[in-house]
């Protein structure tokens, strides 16, 4: 025998037989059971698998192509290595980001695909997978509040992707042809200052030009200001510019600002008939974060059946009464791997108006050895050709597993520990929390070394520009005590949390600097609140003993 016909033979192990063998079946599922012994092996009280790594980027860069094959054993142990210092999201000590832990079904309806390998390009090759991105988009339509009949929805490649599509459809709209010819006039996009960058990325990935990204000033709500909205639109339109998009944040990253999406539905309308537009701006609802609170929509905060602390209650009404707008945008961006508890990457493009599509749609001569046959051909109008079945699959998997109660009550747990941690920071004389009039999971506050009127800081620091010295002190206090906070949570007492640059700038131009909580794990519990505290308290201490040694 040839010695390749050798190597073939065995490296066939290293798939999953394509006729059923139920000998190697256990193998395949007990190489993945020893990965997970191993990683479960890893867990402790500390939110990490492991200890925490010094990541070596040398010998990674010094990484090449052996000869010879490596054995499934031993490739698993390497893989199983590399998750090594990862953060476990779903650890009660970690409140560090919108970054959730996946639910076991999810992860199934992620494995399965990728296992199969369907491919959502057309029909042909995803088959009932397929349908799983038609169902997943028609359920989380009608939860939005689209009409499912009217409405489509395609998976992307993350809310970045979303917002490409978004503004894809409104270039198309506002300045009919650029797909052919390129974009041979001014159009801009209109975003809140807490918006995402990846409104940048667009602009920029587009063509359409960083530089035409206009971002509206917020409120202290950490909402679009929307008569400014409306006179720096009136501006654009006057000078003879056209509106590629407007976007409203429907929670914004750092802070859960959620835009009026009525309002400015309203002042859109208002300007098309003021100057007699022939097309109406694309409205985009970039719901990445706050999509999952529409299960809210229907709840009845009265009767209040799930029994959540009536300042939960009053949390979630406050979202809800954003987040049913929703249904105003013409098309929305879900990721669930955010708010809804699935692996990276499952980001859901709806559009209101399934029509829309025709105009990103390929003609079917671009097209020649693809799509002949049955109906459902995503291919023809997604940016990507090839589109893994993971992402429907495992947002799917959620939507059955939680059921509208059940994100109710894991969003309402989320909610209310976070309001929790509120309560305490707001009322020790130390602390403030700075994104106050926020719902939702993420809390943002600052803390101040003894005698800071913690009253008064907040408007003074944001508009006082004689106290700007003071205000970088209080970054660096507010950077310190992160690191300290940090080094206690790695130690397995306190809990990461993380810190944000720039959760605003002052009036007159500087940073602010702010301590983030981020809770998304299930398993969040008051006493892990309290450990928060506890390590802030004791950071502060530390801080101020070290001040007291310096002459
Ligand atoms: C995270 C985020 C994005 C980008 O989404 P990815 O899935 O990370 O690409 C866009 N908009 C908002 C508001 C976000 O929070």
Known sequence: MSAY?????????GFPQPVSDRVHDAYFVFSFLRALDQLDGMKSVSPLLGKAVTLDYDAAKRSRVEERPQSLEQVTQMLVEHLSGMFIWGHPRAQINVIPPPTIASVIGGLLPSIYNPNLVSEESSRQVGVAEVEVSTMTAELIGYDPARSAGLFTFGGTGTLLYAVKLGLEKACPGTADRGIT??????????????????????????GNVISIPCSVDNEMQVCLLESMARDVLKNGGKIAA??????????????????????????????????????????????????FNDYDFDKNPLEFRLR?????AGTRRRIRELPLADSVGIDFHKTGFTPYVSSLFLVKEAIDL????????????????????????????????????????????FGKDGFRALLGHVVSMAE???????????????????????????????????????????????????????????????????????????????????????????????????????????????????????????????QAQKP
Not at 195 to 204: E, R
Not at 456 to 485: C, G, M, P
Request: proline share 3%; glycine share 6%.
């Open 358 to 401: 025709e105009l990103i749609t390929r003609a079917q001569s671009d097209t020649p050895y693809l799509f002949h046959d049955g109906h459902y051909h995503p291919g023809r109008y997604t940016l990507e050709t090839t589109r893994g079945g993971s992402a429907p699959m495992a947002a799917l998997a959620n939507l059955r597993l």
């Open 185 to 210: 006039e001014r159009a801009v996009i209109f975003c809140s200052e807490r918006a995402h960058y990846a409104c940048l990325s667009v602009a920029n990935w587009l063509g359409i030009g960083r």
């Open 5 to 13: 016909v050798d190597l073939v033979t065995s490296l066939r192990q």
């Open 420 to 546: 929790v941690l509120r309560e305490h920071l707001e009322g020790h004389a130390a602390t403030t929390v700075v994104n106050r009039g926020n719902f939702g999971p993420v809390t943002l506050f600052r803390v101040y070394p003894d005698g800071v009127d913690t009253f008064s800081i907040t408007e003074r620091e944001q508009k006082d520009a004689t106290y700007r010295d003071q205000l970088r002190l209080h970054n660096e206090y507010n950077r310190r005590i992160y690191q300290l906070v940090q080094a206690d949570a790695l130690q397995g007492g306190g809990v990461v949390i993380s810190l944000t640059d720039c959760y605003r700038e002052t009036d007159y131009g500087e940073p602010i600097v702010a301590l983030k909580s981020y809770i998304l794990s299930p398993f969040s519990e008051e006493q892990y609140i309290d450990a928060v505290l506890e390590s802030l308290w004791k950071a502060r201490a530390q801080i101020a003993a070290e």
């Open 312 to 316: 939960t209650v009053r949390a979630l």
């Open 246 to 295: 407007i976007v409203a944040t429907m929670g914004t990253t750092d802070h859960f600002g959620l835009d009026d999406l009525k309002s400015i539905r309203e002042i859109r309308d208002r300007l098309v008939d003021e100057f007699h537009l022939d097309y109406r701006p694309h409205l985009h609802g970039d719901a990445v974060i706050g999509w999952a609170w529409s299960v």
